[in-house]
């Protein structure tokens, strides 16, 4: 059945492209591919991106993602940025605990520096990919948040968190939550 299901997705993809949809292939696949419900939600809402449009959201919460998946989505989002498809604005895959320091680190490793937003909300990180995010944020040309709340950071990452904050005014940076309140309307709102 899953087999069948996963066919009827790909053909129904393979419909009705534009050139941005040719290009967007390789992510639309690597989403299908994970066989994952909600992945493949997110491929069927990027079938939708057309001609003229010059930036993506890539949003894959609450999808259990891992190492694996990670991988293929993050080679797939070089190979659009490598055919200068549409820009990545923003990455959110946030409440895949099972991504870890190496997820998140192979996405990082492939994802344009242009990107504006990046989220890794309880995705299961320490230090080690908390140190990534720092690295690629001092690479990056166009960042506005970086939002990382509900990970396992030392005191020293979170000092390291707070210059990164302070030597870019005008960057967000929520490595830890700001109340019990503000986390639990976060789950509740952000699927």
Not at 108 to 132: N, R, W
């Amino acid at each position: 059945m899953k087999k069948l299901l996963g066919v009827i997705v790909l053909g129904l993809l393979w419909c009705s492209t534009s050139y941005a949809n040719i290009i967007m292939q390789d992510l639309i696949n690597a989403l299908v591919e994970t066989k994952k419900p909600k992945s493949i939600e997110v491929a069927n809402n990027l079938k939708s991106t057309g001609d003229n449009d010059k930036s993506y959201d890539l949003v894959i919460r609450k999808a259990n993602l891992n190492l694996e998946d990670a991988k293929k989505i993050a080679n797939a989002i070089n190979r659009v940025d490598q055919k200068k498809g549409p820009k990545l604005h923003t990455i959110s895959m946030s409440f895949n605990q099972d991504l870890k320091d190496d997820g998140v680190i192979a996405i990082l490793d492939q994802i344009p520096k242009t990107t504006s937003v990046i989220a890794f909300v309880e995705c299961g990180i320490t230090d080690k990919a908390g140190q990534a995010i720092i690295d690629w944020a001092f690479k990056a040309n166009n960042l506005d948040g970086i939002y990382i709340e509900g990970n396992t950071f030392s005191k020293i990452m979170e000092a390291k968190f707070e210059k990164l904050r302070i030597d870019n005014r005008n960057l967000t940076v929520l490595s830890e939550w700001a109340s019990e309140d503000f986390k639990e309307m976060v789950k509740k709102t952000f699927n």
